[in-house]
């Protein structure tokens, strides 16, 4: 409901002042009058319904009854309100213009077809909108899912992480375990682990000596090894070693972190460092009662002892080296298992040194004996990575004795096999060594073929 009151400029008589109180329960109308009843420019003003207005007016002495509900002056009427109603329909009929106000709705404007297209438009790009939105969502939420599923299948079946960590460092150290064994990228599992480190030492409020450190440190040091940066894992590795060393108990990680630096040393070939980290933990298991209780440490045993052999080999002390060499070898026939193909292979592999070393002396049928019956073990153990490791280097060794001795045509066979025995235990750089010892003897027998047809 609307009242509408309009304005009105006229005569100028004498005036007083009132007001007026209207109550609008119905459609009240301020009329629009023609000049001829004295009314113009009348501007029209609206107010709600249901509602009391109050209404200041000017008024002359005339007093006219418009309708039966307001009776007030109208001559010389600054404002001038009346209930629109029949009677007063029925009256200014003929004077009056524009003064019904319709109750039902305005006829909307006939659409154009551009105006029906682009509405059209618009409701289908909006529906566009709201799919992609819904798509958009359902990924991002499956991407989540997926991932936190992973890390929960991670840290559950594959890779544990310690529960007195915070979850930003435990997804740092899940993040460094993908990096490093199932989607290997050593710059980005450095990162991981740089970051899991921080946390741990900062967030965490862990000291420098805790396992979990050192655990972080150690892998750190693997992951120099990985991408081939060998001084800075040793000093990394030298650090671990004094922080294990300022622990009561340690259980023998100690004597771990030694055999390492004796490899790496060995690598780069600081042979007289190397030993006395060898021999400093062999000495550490010797004194220790897990050396006699224990399988693991008998195989960690075994290896150190390999390698500090292997030292005495390339400084062409042979004696020691075949002294340490036999000595494991017994204490392998002694000790093995039926089963173990751990030690098998450590009995193949020790055999195949043994050749070396008597290959290097000039005793060369011992060599081949030993070679072969390294080759033998290593092959009737086919399908353990150590053994067929072993397997290619023997086979490559026989090659380049048959090679030396002109039996070409064998050599080729024996590298062959070699390069097939590298190839099932992923031996890289073997797999390169032993065909370049094939393409070598190939291209002399090809000389050979093309000088005996000329």
Known sequence: MIMQLYRSNLFSLPKFQKQVKVHVNNNIVIARLSARYRFSSLQPKSFRTEATYAFPFTTATTTTKITSHLRFITQNSKFFIINYNAFFRNSFKRQQQHIHIPSYPLIKRQQTAFQIAFKQAGR???????????????TVLIGLLSWRGYHFYIEHFLHPTPTKLSRTARDCLRGAYVRTNLSPDSHMAEIYLRQALQIVLEKDKLEINDPIVIDILQLLCDNF???????????????????????????????EIAKKLGDLYIRVKEYNTAEKYLVWAIVEFTSTSIFTNSSLINKDFIAITDLLASI??????????????????????????IDDFTLKCWEAIINCHLGEIFYDIG???????????????????????????????????????????????????LYTNAIEFAEKAQDFIGIEDFARNLNRVQLQDNEIIKEQKK
Request: a positive charge; one cysteine or more.
């Open 124 to 138: 289908e790009f909006l529906r566009f909108l709201k799919y992609l939105f819904i798509s958009l969502l359902s």
């Open 225 to 255: 090894v990985w991408r081939g940066s060998l001084h800075d894992a040793i000093m990394q590795y030298k650090q671990i070693l004094e922080l294990l060393l300022q622990q009561p108990q340690n259980e023998g990680r100690e004597i």
């Open 312 to 337: 005495y080999a390339k400084q062409r002390k042979y004696d020691y080296a075949l002294t340490f060499y036999l000595g494991l070898l017994k204490m392998i026939q002694e000790k093995q298992k």
């Open 363 to 413: 005793k060369y049928d011992e060599a081949l004996g030993w070679l072969q019956k390294g080759l033998s073990i290593a092959k009737s153990n086919s399908g353990n990575k150590d053994c067929d490791e072993c397997a290619g280097v023997i086979l490559n060794n026989l090659g380049l004795i048959h090679e030396r001795k002109g039996n070409n045509e064998l050599a080729i066979s």
